[in-house]
């Protein structure tokens, strides 16, 4: 059974470029959340993918979208970079959405400059 | 809107002094108080759920306990490999699928 991987590991970005994290989910798992989190601080809640659609957002602004692939693989992407987006963003992914048990992936270093 | 309160934000112990972590939650409906550990520049890894009060969880020489406002993680005779943040997470009612709130964490760090 692999574990959630994502890619890539660290990534440097301008103001105003645009950026795609990717996640593939624990063996067997068809939800994928994601969540973004400042240095000091607690992860933050984006957005939710199950089966392929959207299952619950977070306070982020609409420059923050995804997508969830059939083999539930997913990805993130953020328009507009703004400095405030450097973080590290983690996918979680778990059995269903009703399942209570949420497996980080390592996540993904983002600076933006 | 789901709160999450994390005290001490830091917490320095000697190797086998043992303490607790406090957690203090207000949630819209709970359906899971979660804990984490998440050691630097990685994800956070699963510990513990808990649904109800009243309801304790061990693992090595961590023991989570809940009451309904606040959760205790209490670490007995801990070792420096148990130095890491602690994160406590709540499941509510709002927001949507299984999205979690976190605290801040508790920064742990365990001496010789």
């Known amino acids: 059974e692999t574990g959630v991987t994502q890619s890539p590991t660290h990534l440097i970005k301008t103001r105003g470029q645009q950026v795609t994290l990717r996640c593939s989910s624990q063996?067997?798992?068809?939800?994928v959340s994601w969540y973004q989190q400042a240095l000091g601080q607690g992860p933050q809640f984006i957005f939710q993918?199950?089966?392929?659609?959207?299952?619950g957002r977070g306070n982020f602004p609409p420059r923050f979208s995804g997508l969830q692939f059939p083999n539930y693989s997913s990805e993130l992407n953020v328009n507009a970079l703004e400095l405030d987006d450097s973080a590290l963003y983690l996918c979680?992914?778990?059995?269903?959405?009703?399942?209570?048990?949420?497996?980080f992936g390592p996540g993904t270093r983002l600076t933006v400059t | 809107e789901d709160q999450v309160t994390q005290s001490p934000e830091a917490l320095r112990l000697q190797e086998g002094e043992s303490s607790s972590l406090n957690c203090s939650y207000t949630?819209?409906?709970?359906?899971?108080l979660f804990w984490y550990r998440q050691d630097p520049g990685k994800g956070p890894e699963f510990l513990f759920t808990?649904?109800?009060a009243g309801e304790e969880k061990e693992k090595e020489r961590l023991k989570a306990t809940l009451t309904k406002k606040e959760s205790f993680l209490h670490i007995t005779a801990p070792k420096p490999e148990d130095s890491a943040t602690y994160l406590c997470?709540?499941?509510?009612?709002?927001?949507?699928?299984?999205?979690?709130?976190f605290g801040t964490g508790t920064q742990l760090k365990v001496e010789l």
């Open positions: 979680a992914s778990s059995l269903e959405t009703s399942s209570n048990e949420q497996y």
């Open positions: 063996s067997g798992h068809n939800t």
């Open positions: 993918y199950y089966r392929e659609e959207e299952n």
């Open positions: 949630v819209s409906g709970l359906r899971g």
């Open positions: 808990l649904y109800s």
């Open positions: 997470a709540v499941r509510g009612l709002t927001g949507g699928g299984n999205k979690l709130t």
